[in-house]
């Protein structure tokens, strides 16, 4: 079983930054996937930012530019650099495991509140 923990979040002023990290136990970490997701009251859940294994980088229109997503395998750790942030960032960022190999798992995080006052 896998588990997936998030810090990092709180409250920030527009323009500000955050850094969310995400800790993954277990021994899959360094093959599979990661994401970073955020889900605001009354929206859908939605993809921010993925990185593989080889450390293929892909983000949303919403968040290119200002977030960076990485990884360090070696700790089981990713991720998510937020700069020049927005109110409307905010929400509560959850990360997501996805094993790249049979039986294909997915494992989420808690997650945590980022707030961006205004």
């Known amino acids: 079983q896998v588990q997936l923990v998030e810090s990092g979040g709180g409250l920030v002023q527009a323009g500000g930054s955050l850094r969310l990290s995400c800790v993954a136990s277990?021994?899959?970490?360094?093959?599979?996937?990661m994401g970073w997701y955020r889900q605001a009251p009354g929206k859908q859940r939605e993809l921010l930012a993925s990185i593989t294994s080889g450390e293929r980088r892909n983000y949303s229109d919403s968040v290119t530019g200002r977030f960076t997503i990485s990884r360090d395998n070696a700790k089981n750790t990713v991720f998510l650099q937020m700069n020049s942030l927005k109110p409307e960032d905010t929400a509560v960022y959850y990360c997501?495991?996805?094993?790249?190999?049979?039986?294909?798992?997915?494992?989420w995080g808690q997650g945590t509140q980022v707030t961006v006052s205004s």
């Open positions: 277990g021994s899959i970490f360094s093959i599979s996937t």
């Open positions: 997501k495991l996805g094993l790249t190999l049979w039986p294909f798992l997915e494992y």
